[in-house]
T-cell receptor, first 113, second 113 residues
């Protein structure tokens, strides 16, 4: 069964450094999302992406964040200058057309020191 | 108005018992209500979902009950098994392709053998 994959599974970085989290959505899916989950808290929406542009973003998704679909398979989340409070599990998700079901990847645990 | 409130925060049931998790929402524009199951170290996985045109949906041991007037919905797990031990999240979104999911706070379910 196809699944969303994410790399790396765990990323440790120093405060102020740039990180890029990578996702490979399920092939033929058209909508892509990033969510984050701070340890012990609920899953929070960051951004959705469709047709090579951001379709919606939350108040969390400020100028430090950007997303890109550099080719036909990858979907990336970049954090330009990481803060301690960016430490969280980041989930990528994707949705095919004509359905609301979002399929989540296993997540990347980001630790900012 | 975007919030989804979930209770209880944690739940312990005996094998064979019924697990009940409740959620309430505020935004009347929400039109799709999924439940996600999350095991430690994994991404959320869709368990079952409902739209407000029906009051109940059953899939195997899992049932969603939906009360549109009260803006509440609940997950019932019949004949709970130790393998059901996980964190359960309710969520809601508008019925628009690519809409963000707004998650509840999560319920950690433990089913004792």
């Amino acid at each position: 069964e196809p699944e969303v994959t994410q790399t790396p599974s765990h990323q440790v970085t120093q405060m102020g450094q740039e990180v890029i989290l990578r996702c490979v959505p399920i092939s033929n899916h058209l909508y892509f999302y990033w969510y984050r989950q701070i340890l012990g808290q609920k899953v929070e929406f960051l951004v959705s992406f469709y047709n090579n542009e951001i379709s919606e973003k939350s108040e969390i998704f400020d100028d430090q964040f950007s997303v890109e679909r550099p080719d036909g398979s990858n979907f990336t989340l970049k954090i330009r200058s990481t803060k301690l409070e960016d430490s969280a599990m980041y989930f990528c998700a994707s949705t095919p057309e004509f359905t609301d079901t979002q399929y989540f990847g296993p997540g990347t645990r980001l630790t900012v020191l | 108005q975007q919030q989804v409130k979930q209770s209880p925060q944690s739940l312990i049931v005996q094998k064979g018992g019924i697990s009940i998790i409740n959620c309430a929402y505020e935004n009347t524009a929400f039109d799709y209500f999924p439940w996600y199951q999350q095991f430690p170290g994994k991404g959320p996985a869709l368990l079952i979902a409902i739209r407000p045109d029906v009051s109940e949906k059953k899939e195997g041991r899992f049932t969603i009950s939906f009360n549109k007037s009260a803006k509440q919905f609940s997950l019932h797990i019949m004949d709970s098994q130790p393998g059901d031990s996980a964190t359960y999240f309710c969520a809601a979104s508008k019925e628009t392709s690519g809409s963000r999911l707004t998650f509840g706070e999560g319920t950690q379910l433990t089913v004792n053998p």
